[in-house]
């Protein structure tokens, strides 16, 4: 994956391609030059997709983590163990993950492709 972008501005041949290829395009991530049927809708090559896909994966248990270690934590600190058994604070912990790597992923993505995108 390049990261120069915009600060080498290269002329290139654009739109058509070979006979047979279709039309091609450049992916907007890494400047790759595509066949266009492999892009996705916002112009990201295979290759960048995968990539972001391992970004959004180690993202998302980082944030998934960030809300569950200090619900974690405000459970032992303020002895909430008096509501529920300590292993009923599972469920609620297991749940607060879940939703936070749902986000996580979510809030990665975007940030990653704003990073990389036009
Ligand atoms: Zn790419």
New binding site residues.
Partial sequence: ?RSSKRSTPRRRRLEIGPIGEGPRAI??????D?PQSTLDDDG??P??RWALGKAAARGQHAVAALITVPFAIWIAVEGTRGYFPLYAWAIPLAAAYYLGMRIGREVVRGWVRSRRGT
């Fill in positions: 994956m992916c907007r991530s890494c400047d790759e595509l990201w090559c290759q960048c």
